[in-house]
């Protein structure tokens, strides 16, 4: 990625919570201490996506995790109603028909969109019992290639994968990583952690979020840390 981003601006907090109050609350704790959000299926479904504008409008980077994937038009009425809201990531899956709808409909409206390789809970077996041929590292390779050519402008990869996939896509496509664990943290059930240092150091440009934050006694200290730890592991 050619811009040069501020430590802060690389950390996507999760907002991996049930309520809109909840995540409110969460963002007010934050304060300045986080400027991009993520809103996933759990908040969107709960009455969240209205709070894209609200976030937008207070000067706040939002990610709609939602991972689209319908037929093409579909896709592109999607795209350019979460535009309108302001949001500045929006998942779909690395289909072809899928990508290339999406990239169309966003324009140059400031959406950028990331496609989403192969889910990190699938491994070949998964694969082969969903009809594929190609195992996880063939498929995330074909979809990596497809993705470029589309012109999508990010990926969405398991920590483990940025340095490969770097070597794939090059410079200008966006790596955003999630399953990231500050030393210490509990792991959940992430399989693939990293800390934030070494994922930078991986080549990831966004690091996504949420537990080690949302769930912290103290999350705008926790905030605080991986910020800390981000711009080290970038001087
Ligand atoms: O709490 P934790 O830091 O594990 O949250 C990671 C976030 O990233 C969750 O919102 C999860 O849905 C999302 N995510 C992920 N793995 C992927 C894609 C998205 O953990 N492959």
Redesign the pocket.
Known sequence: MSEKLAARDRMIV?L?LPSVDAAEAMIAKLGDSASFY?I??QLAYAGGLPMVRRLADAGKKVFV?LKLHDIGNTVARGVESLSALGATFL?VHAYPQTMKAAVAARGDSGLKILA?TV???YDDADLQEAGYRLGVRELVEQRAHQAQDIGIDGL???PEEAAHLRGIVGPSIALVT????PAGAAV???KRIMTPARAIMAGADYL????????AADPKAAADAIVQEIATATV
């Open positions: 999760a991996d993520k996933g299926y995790d998942t989403v889910l990190t809970s969405v990869c398991s999630p399953g990231i664990r959940g059930d992430q996504v979020v949420g537990r080690p934050i949302v769930e």
